[in-house]
C-alpha cells in the first residue's frame, strides 16, 4: 500500500512513525532524493492503513506491505524517488508473488477518510513497468458496478469520494461529474483485476 507522509521530510517521518506516541508504522519510508529506510520487518504487522476495505480485506495492516513517500501531497514525485520505488517494488513482489493489481494506494482502501498518495503521484508510470495495474478502457458500466468489482468499498454518501479516488488512479487531475470515460476506465480496471491482474 502506498502512502504519502505530508510531512516537511523524511527524517521528519521516520521519527514520527518511530515513535511510540505516534500509534502509526509503516515498512519503508522513502526520501525524494530516493534515499530510503526500512522501519518494519516485510513479515511483521505495521500499523499504516486504518480503517477501510478492499475486496473483502478490512484488516489491511496484516495482509500488507506499507511504503511512505515523502511528499507533503502538493508537488510531483521526483525521479530519484519514483526510481527507488519501482526497485523497492520489484523486489517484494518477487518475495512475496504479488500481482500488479494489489498494489494499490491509501485512498483506493480508505474511500473518503485518506486520498494519498494522491493526484500527483504518477500511477501510469508504474503501470507501463508493470508495478501497478494497466486497465485498458472496456464497455462503459455503472462505475458503482466496476468499482465494487475491482475491489472498492464505500457508504452510501461517498460516491463523490469514490470517483475521486478512482480518478486518482485511472484519470488524475481530471475533475468535474462522472462521464463515459470514467465508466469505460473503471470498467477496464474492474476487467483487468478479473483476468489476474
Known sequence: MLHYTAMASAAAA??????EKAQVSAHYVIAEDGRSWQLVEEDQRAWHAGTG????????N???IGIELANTGA???????MAALETLLR????????PPGRVIGHSDFAI??????????????????????DP???????ITASAHAAGYRWQDG????????????????HEGPEDDTDRRLAAGFAAALRAGG
Open 53 to 60: 476495505q478492499w475486496g473483502e480485506i478490512t484488516d489491511m
Open 62 to 64: 496484516s495482509r500488507s
Open 75 to 81: 508537488h510531483p514525485f521526483p525521479e530519484p524517488q
Open 112 to 133: 473518503g477518510r485518506k486520498i494519498d498518495p494522491g493526484p500527483r503521484f504518477d500511477w501510469a508510470r508504474l503501470a507501463r513497468r508493470g508495478l501497478a495495474l
Open 136 to 142: 485498458i478502457p472496456a464497455e462503459p458500466q455503472p
Open 158 to 173: 461517498q460516491e463523490d469520494a469514490l470517483l475521486q479516488a478512482l480518478r486518482f488512479r485511472l484519470r488524475p487531475g
Open 14 to 19: 521516520c521519527e514520527w512513525l518511530c515513535a
Open 91 to 98: 523486489a517484494i513482489r518477487d518475495r512475496h508473488a504479488i
